[in-house]
Structures are given as C-alpha cells and as structure tokens.
RNA sequence: GGUCCCUUCGUCUAUCGGUUAGGACGCCAGAUUUUCAAUCUGGAAAGACGGGUUCGAUUCCCGUAGGGACUGCCA
C-alpha cells in the first residue's frame, strides 16, 4: 500500500515550489491507489498559526490535491516523548548544554581553523556530576549519536547518493524548552503513518542520511526517498525570497487555472514536453520520477498564464456555466457566446470582459489615417440588433464601396466596435452586442 | 571555510564517444480563415571555460568559473 505524505509547516503561504513538492506526492500515491496525507509541521508553536493551516488548505483544495488524512505534528507530542525514552535507552540520545550563542562561537573557531563547524560531542562525554550541575541552571537539549559512517541510498530522482554522516554534526532533536524538532518527528509519523515513499526537495538530502540513521536506531525501515531539484524564479533567483510572490494565492488571484498550473508543474524540470492534460489523474497515469532532473529548474508565471488560456479554450460550455451566468449571460445566450469568445481568454475573469464590452458599449478605438473609411464604414453599419451575418455582408458593403480588402478593410472595423485589435470572430460577437459604441479618435 | 549537487537553443530538456546536436514551450515568418484566435508549414536559436584520455569528446577524467543545497535549539 503507497502511503505518500506532504507536510508543509503552516507558517506561511505555499509558493509553487511546496506545490510541485505536494503534486509529486499526490500524483504517486493517487496512481498506486494509496493513500496521501497533509501532514502539518506545527511543532513550533510560535510560528505556527491557524491563519496558515487554513491558508494551505485552501490553497490545495482549490487545486484538488484531495488528502485523505490529515495528521498534526502537535497532537503527537507523546509520541515524540516515547521515542525520546527510547532513543535513550539505547543510548543514542544525548543530553547537551551549550547556548546557542555557545555553539556559534564554536562553530566560528573551528572554521577560522580550516576545520569543518562539526559538533564535537562535549555533552556526550559529560560526567554526570557535572551534566546534574548545568541541569540546575539552564535546560538541556537533545542530541542524536549519529554512526560516523557512510549512508547510502537509491534516490528515486536523484540515482545512488552517497552521504557522509561524519561530515555532519549530531541533530538535534529535541530543543532546551522540550519543543521536538522536525528531524525526529518527522521520522516518528512516517513510520507511524507508515509512509511508503518521502519526495521532497533536494534541500534535504542531507537529512535523508541523519534520519535514516534515526529509523534504523527505531528498528525500523526508511522508507523510498526521492529528492527533487529546487524551483527558482525567472532570473534564477530563490522562491520566497521575494515576499509573497509566486504564492499559489498570488497565482491564483492572477487568474490562473489549476489544471494549468498542475500540468506545468509536473513537468517542469523532467525530460518530457509540457503537455495540457484535463485531469490529475491523466497527470499520474504520465508521471515518472526518472525523467526529473537534478538541476535546479526555473518557473515562469507566463507559461502557466499560456496554458491557462490553452485551457480555458479546451472547456465546453457546462464547465463555465456559472461564470458565464454570473457575468450577466442569459442561460439561453450561455452556448453561443461562449462559443464566440472562448478561444480568446487568457483568464476566467474575461469572460465577464466581453459580455460587459457587448452589453455596456465599447470605446473604439480609431486610428487617425482610418477616420474617413470608418466613417463611411459606420453609415453602412445596420442599426442594432444584429445578428451572425451582419458582419459578412456590412464588411462586403464596405469593401465595395471603399476598395478596401483584407487586414486593411477588418482590423479598423474591428478596433471601432470593440476598441481592440484582439478579440474573438467578429462574425459570432456581434449578435451579442447591444451597447452603444462610443467612438472617439485614437491618439 | 567544508561537504554534496548542478551547468546543452530564451525556457524545460534528449544524446548509453562517431548525430546535419533532437524534441517541447516561447519567439519570428509564410499559408489558410477576405477579421481575432485556432490550425498547418517553415525559420532563427545551444554544448560555460581550460586542460587531459582517445583516431574521434556535448558525452569519460582533472581543473577553473558560475549557480544551488546543506553546514540552525528552522523545516
């Protein structure tokens, strides 16, 4: 059974980078018919808030990332302490009690040396008498005994990774206010929740080796791993350095589509074409973690905005219903108009763009060297309403008696009724357009 | 400073030593629809740098540069 897991910690908005994180997760347990769980890191009180939780909630519901369980880290504080008793007991966890500002300086010197800023196991070798005499003034944390040996691993991204455990300090687990670190509780749910298969950014790669141990050292084994690369920003700058951008809500309120979005993501960064799909489960029937790459990959906000429009082209009428009715589209006009306009939205939100054009009026727009063509032009125009063939015989009127053909003879007639040069098949618009045109002239 | 990872068209990438270095997205042009979009066809566009191994290197090795991650009483 794949049980695969996305734990994000609720102290801040998810970005697209925690969204490819939780798309991989979902999309393998959704193909293995497992399980997937929205696992919420909030050990760290502070931090955390319910504004987040809410927030990340939102942001996967809206993408369809249905979990089917839910687990919070903070509801699990016993069971971190019996795993603290345990490691204990065996030894591999021990009580240290340096200050942080201790262990900077430390890490400080050693470097200053050439030496690599690891911990040096001073509370390990603590006599007792002296480890009861710090314990009366300050409180203790937690350190990890990590075996100083190779770990390795078949990384379902990344092939065989080879990490030295030696080259990192002994975690720690367990913080001088009793607060559980991520290391270890992350360690405890998966193998509670007994997950199957762990993808996460690359960014942890080093973990992967101290938690491995921490499995073994709970008779237990570690499950898959796979480490995808980071995502970065257009320029190749870090997500979430810039505030708020790229946040799933900015995208979002952008208007950009979620199947969009979905399929951009599940692709981005692996050997094979973006490709449009309708469903995520199309997306996991296509996944394949082999073809992701190590390099760290770039997302650009416009390729997800080009295939929301691709997207929102592909839709039939019954799926944009209640946009098009909350627009003001009478139900009887809901087909023919979204016939008309669909090819010609780069988000939802225009939908209620054209029907206001149509119903309110445009300003057109007219270029100076066309004001007497499109004054002759309107004084053949047949006056309102019109209907699907208006367009062909008033623009074969006009051509006869201007001379005008092609691009010449459209475009101007064009950026008159609807003040663009863009827009959908005139011919399909104009039984739609009852507003008055407010023609004005171009700068 | 240390460890690890990465570097091919604008972007994501293919290439198991010999290829006109391929595809996709984007871009440009033409065709088509006597409009927009769509579609079709075509086009421009890449091996970071320096050594080495080899008959031959984008591919293997070393180095340099650049980028990233980790090096937290964050996750």
Same mark, same amino acid.
């Given at each position: 059974?794949?049980v695969?897991r996305?734990?994000?910690?609720?102290?801040?908005?998810?970005?697209?980078?925690?969204?490819?994180?939780?798309?991989?997760?979902?999309?393998?347990?959704?193909?293995?018919?497992?399980?997937?769980?929205?696992?919420?890191?909030?050990?760290?009180?502070?931090?955390?808030?319910?504004?987040?939780?809410?927030?990340?909630?939102?942001?996967?519901?809206?993408?369809?990332?249905?979990?089917?369980?839910?687990?919070?880290q903070?509801?699990r504080l016993e069971r971190y302490h019996g795993a603290k008793d345990e490691l204990i007991r065996s030894g591999r966890l021990y009580?240290?009690?340096?200050?942080?500002?201790?262990?900077?300086?430390?890490?400080?010197?050693?470097?200053?040396?050439?030496?690599?800023?690891?911990?040096?196991?001073?509370?390990?070798?603590?006599?007792?008498?002296?480890?009861?005499?710090?314990?009366?003034?300050?409180?203790?944390?937690w350190r990890f005994l990590l075996d100083?040996?190779?770990v390795?691993w078949?990384?379902?991204?990344?092939?065989?990774?080879?990490?030295?455990a030696?080259?990192?300090?002994d975690p720690i687990l367990i913080?001088?206010?009793?607060?559980f670190l991520y290391t270890l509780a992350s360690v405890c749910d998966d193998i509670d929740f007994h997950v199957t298969?762990v993808?996460?950014?690359?960014?942890?790669?080093?973990n992967t080796a101290t938690q491995v141990q921490i499995f073994r050292s709970l008779s237990c084994g570690a499950p898959?791993f796979?480490?995808?690369?980071?995502?970065?920003?257009?320029?190749?700058?870090?997500?979430?350095?810039?505030?708020? *951008?790229?946040?799933?809500? @900015?995208? =979002? %309120? /952008?208007?950009?589509?979620?199947?969009?979005? &979905? +399929?951009? #993501?599940?692709?981005?960064?692996?050997?094979?074409?973006?490709?449009?799909?309708?469903?995520?489960?199309?997306?996991?029937?296509?996944?394949?973690?082999?073809?992701?790459?190590? *390099?760290?990959?770039?997302? @650009?906000? =416009? %390729? /997800?905005?080009?295939?929301?429009?691709?997207? &929102? +082209?592909? #839709?039939?009428?019954?799926?944009?219903?209640?946009?098009?009715?909350?627009?003001?589209?009478?139900?009887?006009?809901?087909?023919?108009?979204?016939?008309?306009?669909?090819?010609?939205?780069?988000?939802?939100? @225009?939908?209620?763009?054209?029907?206001?054009?149509?119903?309110?009026?445009?300003?057109?727009?007219?270029?100076?060297?066309?004001?007497?063509?499109?004054?002759?032009?309107?004084?053949?125009?047949?006056?309102?309403?019109?209907?699907?063939?208006?367009?062909?015989?008033?623009?074969?009127?006009?051509?006869?008696?201007?001379?005008?053909?092609?691009?010449?003879?459209?475009?101007?007639?064009?950026?008159?009724?609807?003040?663009?040069?863009?827009?959908?098949?005139?011919?399909?618009?104009?039984?739609?357009?009852?507003?008055?045109?407010?023609?004005?002239?171009?700068?």
């Open positions: 059974m794949t695969c996305f734990a994000p910690s609720p102290t801040g908005h998810l970005h697209v980078g925690n969204l490819r994180t939780a798309l991989l997760n979902f999309l393998i347990a959704r193909r293995a018919g497992g399980t997937f769980i929205l696992r919420l890191d909030d050990t760290d009180r502070e931090r955390s808030s319910e504004t987040y939780a809410d927030a990340i909630r939102t942001d996967l519901e809206w993408l369809g990332l249905a979990w089917d369980r839910e687990e919070r903070s509801a009580e240290c009690f340096e200050t942080p500002a201790e262990l900077e300086l430390k890490r400080k010197m050693q470097r200053r040396r050439g030496q690599p800023p690891v911990y040096d196991r001073t509370g390990l070798h603590l006599p007792q008498s002296e480890k009861a005499a710090l314990r009366a003034e300050r409180a203790g944390h100083r040996e190779r390795d078949t990384d379902r991204i990344l092939g065989e990774v080879s990490v030295d030696a080259s990192v300090s913080r001088g206010d009793g607060q298969d993808v996460r950014g690359s960014d942890h790669v080093t898959d796979a480490h995808h690369s980071l995502l970065t920003g257009p320029d190749g700058e870090a997500l979430g350095k810039r505030i708020g *951008a790229m946040s799933l809500r @900015d995208l =979002r %309120d /952008a208007g950009i589509e979620p199947m969009a979005l &979905l +399929s951009h #993501l599940a692709r981005l960064g692996t050997s094979a074409p973006v490709q449009l799909r309708a469903s995520l489960d199309e997306l996991a029937q296509d996944l394949d973690l082999s073809r992701f790459g190590a *390099a760290p990959a770039k997302f @650009d906000a =416009r %390729d /997800a905005r080009a295939l929301t429009s691709r997207y &929102l +082209s592909s #839709l039939p009428v019954a799926e944009v219903m209640p946009d098009l009715v909350s627009a003001g589209v009478p139900v009887g006009d809901a087909q023919p108009f979204w016939e008309a306009i669909r090819e010609n939205l780069d988000v939802r939100a @225009d939908i209620g763009f054209w029907w206001r054009l149509c119903t309110d009026g445009a300003d057109s727009r007219i270029e100076p060297a066309d004001r007497d063509y499109v004054a002759a032009a309107c004084s053949l125009l047949p006056p309102q309403p019109w209907d699907g063939g208006t367009w062909q015989s008033w623009t074969a009127r006009v051509g006869q008696a201007t001379g005008r053909k092609g691009r010449s003879l459209y475009l101007p007639l064009r950026m008159a009724l609807t003040g663009r040069s863009r827009g959908p098949d005139m011919s399909r618009l104009m039984p739609f357009m009852k507003g008055a045109v407010r023609y004005r002239q171009a700068e």
